[in-house]
């Protein structure tokens, strides 16, 4: 088993997400994580999915996936051409307060509330990194946390909505010839 | 400035626009808007007595004809009763368009009555639904569902239009274009792929066609037919496939898979390339996929992109549609066989071999009793190949493949995919809607009979004068058949007693059918004749047969196709075999 990521641009339109999720349910495929935001275009929204899969079943994924009508574009965004990004919230006792600063300033974290006997961590990062600073903060005592599921950008001038058909100038007009007459 | 009318309007208008000619359904509460303007209608609305039967009908329609088959249904159980025909036709790959009411917009979400999500529900089993709440995404909708059902590879649509939508006014416009920012099924296959595939098949010296029902669904018979001659190698036609190739033809081997010939069978365990038309390597063709044509190459060409290396990888992939597929492997292939051919001599001899060695088979009971496999054949033979035969699911079901002799495309209508009992009568019944002057034969269970045979009475009011044939051995015959060979014969709830009750003779009479009963077989000729000389009304025959036919050859499920046994306990003498 292997880990992938997938940017997929979708229609906005009602249900898409239930689709997504069905299709990956009935197939049987693992998702590690999701995130749904919207893009650039208001009609588009980008899911990134995070799935684990033996190599070949990779392509069987993406074309069930691509089967979906709302679906537009696919595409893998691999380790090294594309920037990866977690977003961690957590709150943590201020027993060890010292020693919290430090790790926070060690990973670049951020805090962002602070109550009488907790504080709250921000940071964002690779997995690797927010896995890091969450194992540096389990001894200090975490109360509780919040993850975002992966997203990733590809890196470089490329956008994967360059790649979708209109963009393409590819025709996705299909004329209707209807039996009888228009529109009395 | 367009029109002015009703959501419910726009609904009828725009179905008209789409080419409708014909449509099952059922009225209720919910949908009630859209019977108004259809009660003025020139399309054709056929009152079914069970939303299934609306289902299987438009199914039945649909592969008879090429066209969408349609229903019109009312929210909640409506709806929910339509599940089973649309699961069916996704696994067929049948165009169906479904419009359901749904409960009005401002009371979704509320558990009002008659309210079920029949969007969420039929995610899986559509190739594409939608939930319309404004009168104006009517047309569009409907449109669309037009276009997505019949293109690329073939699927059931489903548009809710929840009650308001139906009553409120719009303006109607029905779209001159329709626009998918990311639906494109590939119609033209890659160069490169053709070439790739007609050098392969080149270099083969045991090839096999393996044809699935894509072949039909692409119009693409003449194409097949130029082709394999072309190729000169064998052809074998799945299930779902039947009638695609003409099983006269001197290159038929028949049908492979779980209770195919051993040639058909034996030809794609043996081969070395395995020319894959519009067909999915399902696990019921495959047996234990580890063991499937262990040495063979594989091109695969289907429209589906997603079928391509799924369950087996594919040495050629070619996306396309199969009839523009077809016609450009020709030309590509006659360039190659300029270059050099392979000598198909032996492996033909091998293959014709095991045809004359092992063809399809039964033995007459010795008790005397009808044997069921000689009224399919009978009735194929009778009935010709002109005639339309749809069958239930079952033994019946693999008989009815076996011993009818296809010659044409759309003349075999069965539930391949999802083996939906009570599929026969309705499919029949869409059949010979869609074929009125075609003589359409039900070949069915007396199990599946008693599932969805109050259609008959649709068919009998609608002069739809279907013929039936139950293969009454009184008893839900393949379940039977397993218990017979994987439990010892514990015959575990599967006797229906239904030589005893219902009498399907009174019962047919009943609904307004003719009812003929047979019991010997010196009779059968003359019953099948009988009910092929009736025109005027459906016709039901009670044939009482054998209890204990069972369906041979059979490769047990998860085996390998090498353990093909051609009776029970007996593999086919592969020493005596050159392989
Ligand atoms: C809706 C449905 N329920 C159950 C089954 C399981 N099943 C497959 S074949 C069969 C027996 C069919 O009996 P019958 O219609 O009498 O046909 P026969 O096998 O006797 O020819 C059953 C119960 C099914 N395929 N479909």
New binding site residues.
């Given amino acids: 088993m292997s880990q992938h990521t997938l940017a997929v641009l979708v229609e906005n339109s009602s249900g898409v997400l239930a689709r997504v999720a069905s299709l990956f349910s009935r197939r049987a495929y693992n998702i590690d994580s999701l995130a749904v935001g919207p893009t650039e275009d208001p009609n588009i929204s980008r899911m990134t999915i995070v799935i684990n899969v033996e190599g070949h079943a990779l392509e069987q994924v993406m074309s069930q996936l691509y089967k979906l009508i709302n679906v537009i574009a696919i595409s893998e965004m691999q380790t090294n051409s594309a920037v990866h990004r977690e977003l961690l919230l957590v709150k943590v006792s201020q027993d060890h307060r010292e020693k919290v600063m430090e790790i926070v300033e060690r990973y670049a974290a951020k805090i962002v509330d602070e109550a009488e006997s907790s504080i709250t961590i921000e940071a964002s990062g690779e997995s690797a990194h927010i896995a890091g600073l969450l194992e540096a903060l389990t001894p200090m005592g975490i109360k509780e946390l919040v993850q975002s599921g992966l997203i990733a950008l590809e890196r470089g001038d490329a956008a994967l909505s360059d790649r979708t058909l209109s963009a393409q100038g590819i025709s996705t007009t299909h004329s209707l010839i209807p039996q009888a007459d228009y529109q009395n | 400035m367009s029109k002015e009318m009703t959501g419910a309007s726009a609904l009828v208008k725009s179905l008209e626009l789409a080419g409708v000619e014909v449509m099952f359904g059922i009225p209720g509460g919910a949908v009630l808007p859209a019977y108004d303007p259809i009660f003025d209608s020139k399309i054709r609305h056929i009152l079914v007595r069970h939303e299934q039967g609306a289902g299987h009908a438009a199914t039945g329609y649909a592969q008879v004809t090429g066209k969408p088959g349609v229903c019109i249904v009312t929210s909640g159980p409506g709806a929910t009763n339509l599940v ?1 025909p649309l699961a069916d036709a996704a696994m067929d790959s049948v165009p169906l368009v479904v419009i359901t009411g749904q409960v009005p917009s401002a009371a979704i979400g509320t558990d009002a009555f008659q309210e079920a999500d029949i969007r969420s529900i039929t995610m899986p089993v559509t190739k594409h639904n939608y939930l319309v709440t404004d009168p104006d995404d009517i047309p569009r909708a409907i449109a669309e569902a037009f276009y997505i059902a019949n293109t690329g590879r073939p699927g059931p649509v489903l548009v809710d239009i929840a009650k308001d939508a139906l009553q409120k006014m719009t303006h109607f416009n029905y779209p001159k274009n329709i626009e998918f920012a990311g639906y494109k099924p590939q119609i033209k296959p890659n160069d490169q792929s053709i070439r790739d595939a007609a050098a392969l098949i080149a270099q083969s010296s045991k090839p096999v066609f393996y044809v699935g029902g894509g072949v039909i669904k692409a119009n693409a018979s003449k194409e097949l037919l130029k082709l394999a001659e072309l190729v000169g190698a064998p052809v074998v036609t799945t299930l779902m496939a039947r009638g695609a190739f003409p099983d006269s033809h001197n290159l038929h081997l028949g049908m492979p898979g779980m209770h195919g010939t051993v040639a058909a069978v034996t030809a794609l365990q043996k081969s070395d390339l395995l020319i894959t038309l519009g067909a999915r390597f399902d696990d019921r063709v495959t047996g234990k996929l580890s063991s499937f044509a262990v040495n063979a190459k594989v091109i695969h060409a289907d429209i589906d992109p997603a079928e391509i290396g799924k369950n087996r990888f594919a040495d050629v992939p070619v996306v396309g549609d199969l009839a523009h597929t077809i016609a450009a492997l020709i030309p590509a292939l006659q360039e190659e066989f300029k270059k050099s051919r392979p000598d198909l001599t032996a492996w033909l001899r091998q293959m014709f071999s095991l045809r004359t060695t092992y063809p399809l088979g039964y033995n007459q009971p010795e008790d005397g009793s009808v044997s ?1 496999q000689y009224v399919i054949e009978r009735i194929g033979a009778i009935g010709g190949p002109n005639s339309i035969y749809v069958a ?6 693999m008989w009815a493949s076996q011993f009818v002799k296809y010659e044409n495309p759309r003349t075999w209508l069965n539930s391949g995919g999802l ?4 599929y026969a009568v309705p499919a029949a019944m869409g059949a010979k809607v869609g074929a009125p002057d075609t003589t359409v034969w039900a070949i ?6 008693q ?1 969805t045979n109050q259609e008959l009475v649709t068919c009998a009011l609608n002069n739809i004068p279907i013929k039936v044939a139950i ?1 009454n ?1 009184e ?6 058949q397993w218990q017979t060979m994987f439990y010892e014969g514990r015959y575990s709830n599967t006797s ?1 007693d239904s030589k005893r009750i219902p009498d399907f003779v009174k019962l047919a009479d009943a609904m307004g059918c003719v009812g003929l009963r047979c019991e010997r077989t010196e009779d059968v000729d003359s019953v099948i004749n009988e009910a092929m000389s009736i025109n005027d009304q459906p016709v039901v025959v009670d044939f009482r047969v054998f209890r204990d036919a069972m369906v041979w050859p059979m490769v047990a499920a998860g085996t390998s196709n090498d353990e093909i046994m051609i009776a029970r306990g007996l593999a086919p003498d592969w020493d005596s075999q050159e392989l």
């Fill in positions: 089973t069921p239930g699911v079952g033994q019946h079901q083996g939906t009992m009570g069915d269970g007396d199990g599946c009979f599932m293969i051995n008893s839900l015959g393949m379940v039977r229906l």
